[in-house]
């Protein structure tokens, strides 16, 4: 008797995936998908912790601390990561509008236009959601929404 071969990756099983196998899933699209986008930054000459940063303040501009919170880095490190990115004219420091000694991150339009290029660049992630439909991409859009309730710019997404 032939053995049966394996399920394909766009298959779905039999049975609903449990949480386990969704993160299992999940934990390997992301370490696609960042892969894809640390080497899209390389090629703009970014790290990947500049580019994101790009990413975060393309929803709005952000303190320095929330920027820092947000990447999930120590504020000493997020001062070297906006130092670059403003000496490359990326992103501009202005005072706060209500405490002049916070200092709000802001994206230059330089800054937008290469967080773009990063995204263009992104040939992986972009040749894979070519392959849906409008149908699945407004699925899985709205399924990002649900399990990633809150959204870069830290306000919660529409359900």
Known sequence: MAATPPPSPDTQ???????????????GSFGLYYGDFTLAAATAGLTASQAKALSVLRGSPAPMRALATTLACDASN????V???EKRELVRREPGAT?????????????????DTVRARMHSTLSGLDTLDDTERTALYALLGRVFPRGTD???STR
């Open 13 to 27: 099983p039999p049975t609903a995936p449990t949480t386990a196998e969704l993160i299992e899933r999940l934990a």
């Open 154 to 156: 830290g306000s919660e």
């Open 99 to 115: 405490d002049r000694r916070v200092k709000n991150v802001v994206l230059t339009e330089l800054g937008e236009q290469t967080i």
């Open 83 to 85: 130092d670059r990115l």
């Open 78 to 81: 997020i001062t070297g990561i």
